[in-house]
């Protein structure tokens, strides 16, 4: 086995450089110690230009942007969506993974 251990459906994570890395094309993002949202582009969207109003505003079938962010992170080098969250208004960004990188290393790459 690799380096390259994948750790959600658009993320690896590279054990001997210890990065997070594009699974689509392999660009690595950030160190794995960070969050790897740091090492993503980031599009914080208001909801209404997401969803498609059906109905004239105010009823539309959006989130209130008062209330609600879609923050969309990613891959700088390809443009895969990496990661999508909704979040209130000034909300800081999840860190939503925290490897223990040890024990991966121990599991992934013992000889
Ligand atoms: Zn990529």
């Known amino acids: 086995m690799g380096a390259k251990h994948q750790m959600t459906e ?12 594009c699974r689509r094309c392999g660009h690595e993002l950030i ?6 949202k740091e090492g ?19 009823y539309t079938l959006a989130p209130d942007p008062e209330w609600c962010r879609i923050v969309e992170f990613y891959c700088p080098s390809c443009g895969i969506m990496v990661e999508c ?3 209130p208004p000034g909300h800081p960004i999840t860190n939503d993974i925290e490897p223990n990188i040890a024990a991966l290393k121990q599991k992934y790459l013992r000889a």
């Open 31 to 36: 160190s794995a110690h960070e969050s790897y």
């Open 10 to 21: 658009y993320l690896d994570i590279d054990l001997e450089k210890e990065t997070w890395c």
């Open 40 to 58: 993503c582009l980031v599009y914080d969207r208001d909801p209404t230009t997401v969803y498609r109003p059906i109905l004239p505003p105010p």
């Open 85 to 87: 969250e909704y979040l």
